[in-house]
């Protein structure tokens, strides 16, 4: 069993609707939780990060987590087909910039204008 | 440069053959990450630098993988012997190194890595 576990899609939605990504994992070490978006042929670029449970919101973008229940979620609001990328969920034992990411395996995001 | 740069962005190699994956971090970034992302796949990691030296290495696969970064700026991903299976983007990452805020780690957009 995977350490974090990500539903692949592809996901399909028109614009302006919310989108709902989410990860689930079994290390209960992990105390760092990021969302990084990944467009075709380029780096992941970082969207979110959370070290505690609840919500944290950016604009558009709502990042949940649940530590409690292992799973994280990634909300976007007013979706536009911009945010058309694949979305990765990156977790980490510490923040210190000097720790190892592990990341789900993406979820493949269209937006349908 | 503004941005961590990989060089090159895409390379073609026979099996059997030996390659080298350059990566150039943002300046003055202590902490060098690299990641290998198959197709369909999450990046997964490979080994971390601060400064010189590899200060965790657990995700390298086997002995025909090797990085340097000799002077703490520059590194070099090499790879020996080179197998199909090591076909994947290889990702750099970059990051200042801290104790009390979250230290962004900023990705290149990596070496498209091809073994024919």
């Known amino acids: 069993q995977k350490e974090v576990e990500q539903d692949p899609g592809p996901l399909s939605v028109p614009e302006g609707a919310i989108v709902s990504l989410n990860c689930t994992y079994s290390?209960?070490?992990?105390?760092?939780f990021m969302w990084y978006r990944q467009y075709s042929r380029k780096g992941p670029e970082l969207l979110m990060y959370?070290?505690?449970?609840g919500n944290k919101e950016d604009g558009r973008f709502t990042a949940q987590v649940d530590k409690s229940s292992k799973y994280i979620s990634l909300f976007i609001r007013d979706s536009q087909p911009s945010d058309s990328a694949t979305y990765l969920c990156a977790m980490s034992v510490s923040n210190f910039g000097n720790e190892k990411l592990t990341f789900g395996t993406g979820t493949r995001l269209t937006i349908i204008p | 440069g503004a941005g961590v740069s990989q060089t090159p962005s895409n390379k073609v190699t026979e099996k059997g053959k030996y390659v080298e994956l350059r990566c150039d971090p943002i300046s003055g970034h202590t902490a060098l990450y690299w990641y290998r992302q198959s197709l369909g796949q999450g990046p997964e990691f490979l080994i971390y630098f601060q400064g010189t030296g590899a200060a965790d290495d657990s995700g390298l696969p086997n002995d025909r993988f090797f990085a340097v970064r000799p002077e703490g700026s520059v590194s070099t991903l090499k790879i020996q012997r080179t197998e199909r299976g090591d076909s994947a983007v290889y990702l750099c990452?970059?990051?200042?190194?801290?104790?009390?805020?979250?230290?962004?780690?900023?990705f290149g957009q990596g070496t498209r890595l091809t073994v024919v």
């Open positions: 290390n209960s070490a992990f105390q760092y």
């Open positions: 959370t070290y505690s449970s």
């Open positions: 990452a970059s990051s200042l190194s801290g104790t009390e805020t979250n230290t962004e780690a900023f």
